[in-house]
C-alpha cells in the first residue's frame, strides 16, 4: 500500500523557520519526481515546488522561492521543504505528493503549519 | 503565476453530464500537454482523476473525461453520481518547472 505520511507542521512566529518531512512507503521513491502542494484554511490548491529523482533538478512558486527549499533523502524514502523566513500568508495545510508531469497520483494527508504571533 | 481561472460552481441532477472549464494562456494551459485535474472532498487530500489532458491513471472511471482547446481546458463528468460532489481544481505546467492550480470549482449533484 503506497504511504506518504507529513510531518514537522505546527505553529510559528513569523520570521521563523520549519522543516516539513515526507515519508515514503510502498512505492520505488527514488524513482518518483515529488512535490509539496499547500492549501489555506478555506481557499484552494496552491503549488508550492517539485523535485527531481536525484534531487538535482528543482522548481519553485515565486511566492516562496529564495525563502523555501525541496530535498530528499532517497536512502530514507524522505522528501523534505526547509521553511524560513515564514510569514503569516505560509499559514496552510502543506501536502506532499508525487509528480505526475504535475502533482500526482499519491497525496499525503497533510501537516498544518500557522505561523502567527 | 497568476492562478487559472475556473467558474467557482457547476451543477447537475444524477445521470447527467457537467463541464468544468479551465481557461489559461498560451504561456501555460496552451502551450503544453500537461493539464490535470483533482477532486477533492471536504477535509480530505486531493484525488487525480485526469493528467496530461486526457490520461485516466488506474482506478478513475471512465465518466472522467479531459480536453483541452488553445488556451482552455475542459472536464467532462458523465452520468453524474453523488459521490461526485466534491471541489475539482485543474493545473498546469508553466514552464521552468513550475505549475500552477486554477481557482477550483464546486460540484453539486442536485
Known amino acids: 500500500e503506497v504511504q506518504l505520511v507529513e510531518s514537522g507542521g505546527g505553529l510559528v512566529q513569523p520570521g521563523g523557520s520549519l522543516r516539513l518531512s515526507c515519508a515514503a512507503s510502498?512505492?520505488?521513491?527514488?524513482?518518483?519526481?515529488m512535490c509539496w502542494v499547500r492549501q489555506a484554511p478555506g481557499k484552494g490548491l496552491v503549488w508550492v515546488s517539485r523535485?527531481?529523482?536525484?534531487?538535482?533538478?528543482?522548481g519553485y512558486a515565486d511566492s516562496v522561492k529564495g525563502r523555501f527549499t525541496i530535498s530528499r533523502d532517497n536512502a530514507k524514502n524522505t522528501l523534505y521543504l526547509q521553511m524560513n523566513s515564514l510569514r503569516a500568508e505560509d499559514t496552510a495545510v502543506y501536502y506532499c505528493?508525487?509528480?505526475?508531469?504535475?502533482?500526482?497520483?499519491?497525496w499525503g494527508q497533510g501537516t498544518l503549519v500557522t505561523v502567527s504571533s | 503565476q497568476s492562478a487559472l481561472t475556473q467558474p467557482p460552481s457547476a451543477s447537475g441532477s444524477p445521470g447527467q453530464s457537467v463541464t468544468i472549464s479551465c481557461t489559461g494562456t498560451?504561456?501555460?494551459?496552451?502551450?503544453?500537454?500537461?493539464v490535470s485535474w483533482h477532486q477533492q472532498h471536504p477535509g480530505k487530500a486531493p484525488k487525480l482523476m485526469i493528467y496530461e489532458v486526457s490520461k485516466r491513471p488506474s482506478g478513475v472511471p471512465d465518466r472522467f473525461s479531459g480536453s483541452k482547446s488553445g488556451n482552455t481546458a475542459s472536464l467532462t463528468v458523465s452520468g453524474l453520481q453523488a459521490e461526485d460532489e466534491a471541489d475539482y481544481y485543474c493545473s498546469s505546467y508553466t514552464g521552468s518547472d513550475k505549475f500552477v492550480f486554477g481557482t477550483g470549482t464546486t460540484v453539486t449533484v442536485l
Open positions: 505528493a508525487t509528480d505526475l508531469s504535475g502533482p500526482g497520483e499519491y
Open positions: 510502498g512505492f520505488t521513491f527514488s524513482s518518483r519526481w
Open positions: 523535485l527531481n529523482t536525484d534531487g538535482t533538478t528543482t
Open positions: 498560451s504561456s501555460d494551459v496552451g502551450g503544453y500537454n500537461y
